[in-house]
């Protein structure tokens, strides 16, 4: 074990945080542009595991296992995610025979 943490140490902590950050920006890009809800789906949990990445790196960084506990939650957190968006999604595709969200504003009537 402590192979790993010298081997994880060995990278500087500002490799890992402009990493997040690449991975970040890319999951907002995507909410943005994207029109299509598995898109849309996919680049939230993309922004959610760029924060774990951060969360576990500062946790090795400092020593201390309470952003890893964090990562562990928010990956429980992600799973309940999935499990309830990916239904919400077919249900929209049953209804409306799309997953484009502009198509969304006839399920107001």
Known sequence: METL???IQAIPLNH??????IIFSIGVIGVLIRRNAIVIFMSVELMLNSVNLLLA???VYRG???GQVFVFFIMALAAAEVAVGLA???M???NTNSIDINVLNRLKW
Do not use: K
């Open 64 to 66: 201390d296992a309470t």
């Open 57 to 59: 790196a500062f946790s």
């Open 88 to 90: 919400i999604i077919v």
């Open 5 to 7: 943490t010298h081997n």
């Open 16 to 21: 890992y945080i402009l990493l997040s950050s």
């Open 92 to 94: 929209i595709y049953r």
